[in-house]
C-alpha cells in the first residue's frame, strides 16, 4: 500500500471502529480504548509541531477521527 491509501485506511478504519462500538455498546456502559494509534492529538505530543505539521499522525483529519470517540 501507498502512503496516501494506508492514510485513507486508517480514516475509514477509525469511522467503522466507531460504528462498532456504538453498535455493540450503550452509552451507559464504560469502555477502555488503548492501544498504538498513532495520533498526536495536540501539536505538544510530538518532539516538533513545525517539522511534523500536516504529516502522518498530526492531520486534523486524523485528530478529529479519534476525537469522536469521546
Do not use: C
Not at 39 to 46: G, K, M, Q, S, T
Not at 49 to 65: C, F, N, V, Y
Amino acid at each position: 500500500m501507498g502512503e496516501q491509501t494506508e492514510y485513507h485506511y486508517k480514516l475509514d478504519w477509525y469511522t467503522k471502529f466507531l460504528e462498532f462500538i456504538n453498535k455493540e455498546f450503550s452509552p451507559d456502559e464504560k469502555i477502555i480504548l488503548l492501544g498504538d494509534l498513532n495520533v498526536a492529538l495536540e501539536d505538544i505530543d510530538v518532539w516538533n509541531p513545525e517539522l511534523l505539521k500536516d504529516s502522518i499522525g498530526t492531520m486534523e483529519e486524523e485528530r478529529k477521527a479519534l476525537r469522536s470517540y469521546y
